[in-house]
């Protein structure tokens, strides 16, 4: 739940992205949707969108709402403001420091074991989740980005695991993440040193996906989520499924689900209009029901 050091970044283009909310509520986290399409809004603009225990609450029960909701496709993670997340709220954290040491030290392990259920979710629903980051990425906003399906960031974006800086050790599953997307000696240098990187090091990393200029950061997320909504439900839903659960799998096992899924996608609508449309030399439209 590190906390890093904001610097100046560009003004923020205008949403490409039709959301119905307005950023200025006072619900630490946002929920709005546009059809098949959620968008929830780290919502503390002024506070960086640092993780107190209000948004802790939030983010928790935000994503378990759209977790449970099967009508939708894609869930697109952003930050209010010129920020996606810089971490933890220390001010917030400071007022634990009056209590007993032995309190706080289970205090903040219960705390931060309920806020973990946020992240099993982001990685167990079925729809992607598609981080769209900009500004400061650090501590639990690190963590959450590495949870999300996709990320594109904008060229002025900057990461930080920021957890040494507080004596403190990851949380949101980056301990876990990080190695297998940067790999164990990477993983070790973002961690153990805690120094800052830019958003083309976390492109080199895999860390996100793409890097754009911030101006136009919408656009180019619209264009991720559309081509994801526009795609085939099920087989998109099987394969984040078949990805996510490969590490703990054994080939022979990988090899049977990955038979079980071909053959469930086989048999929908949406496979009869991809050959079709592959046969009459036209762009294939989905979702026939």
């Known amino acids: 739940m590190g906390r890093a050091t904001p610097k100046v970044a560009p003004r923020d283009s205008r949403h490409l992205?039709?959301?119905?909310?307005?950023?200025s509520m006072s619900d630490p986290v946002l929920v709005s949707r546009q059809g098949a399409v959620a968008t929830l809004t780290l919502n503390r603009p002024d506070a960086l969108n640092t993780l107190d225990f209000a948004m802790m609450d939030s983010l928790v029960a935000a994503v378990t709402d759209v977790a449970a909701d099967d009508?939708?496709?894609?869930?697109?993670?952003r930050g209010a403001g010129k920020h996606f997340m810089a971490g933890g709220d220390l001010r917030?954290?400071?007022?634990?420091?009056?209590?007993?040491?032995?309190?706080?030290?289970?205090?903040?392990?219960?705390?931060?074991?309920?806020?973990?259920?946020?992240?099993?979710l982001l990685r167990g629903m079925s729809h992607?989740?598609?981080?769209?980051?900009?500004?400061?990425?650090?501590?639990?906003?690190?963590?959450?980005?590495?949870?999300?399906?996709?990320?594109?960031?904008?060229?002025?974006a900057y990461f930080a695991s920021a957890y040494r800086q507080?004596?403190?050790?990851?949380?949101?599953?980056?301990?876990?993440?990080l190695p297998r997307i940067v790999g164990l000696r990477k993983a070790m240098e973002i961690l153990l040193l805690g120094e800052r990187f830019d958003a083309q090091q976390a492109l080199q990393l895999g860390l996100v996906?793409?890097?754009?200029p911030a101006l136009i950061l919408d656009a180019a997320v619209e264009g991720v989520v559309q081509a994801l909504v526009s795609g085939p439900t099920l087989?998109?839903?099987n394969t984040k499924r078949l990805l996510h659960?490969?590490?703990?799998?054994?080939?022979?096992?990988?090899?049977?689900?990955?038979?079980?899924?071909?053959?469930?996608?086989?048999?929908?609508?949406?496979?009869?209009?991809?050959?079709?449309?592959?046969?009459?030399?036209?762009?294939?439209?989905?979702?026939?029901?």
């Open 245 to 289: 659960q490969s590490s703990a799998h054994s080939l022979s096992e990988q090899l049977n689900a990955e038979s079980r899924s071909f053959g469930e996608c086989a048999g929908t609508a949406d496979f009869e209009e991809g050959i079709a449309a592959f046969l009459e030399k036209r762009p294939p439209q989905f979702d026939r029901g």
């Open 209 to 212: 996906n793409r890097v754009v």
């Open 71 to 77: 009508a939708l496709r894609v869930v697109i993670l």
């Open 17 to 23: 992205i039709p959301i119905s909310i307005v950023l």
């Open 128 to 156: 992607p989740v598609v981080a769209r980051v900009h500004g400061a990425v650090a501590g639990f906003g690190l963590s959450l980005v590495a949870a999300c399906d996709l990320a594109i960031a904008a060229d002025s």
């Open 166 to 177: 507080i004596a403190l050790t990851p949380d949101g599953g980056m301990s876990w993440t």
């Open 235 to 237: 087989a998109l839903r």
């Open 92 to 120: 917030a954290f400071a007022g634990e420091l009056t209590k007993a040491r032995v309190a706080r030290q289970a205090g903040f392990t219960q705390m931060i074991g309920r806020l973990h259920s946020a992240i099993e």
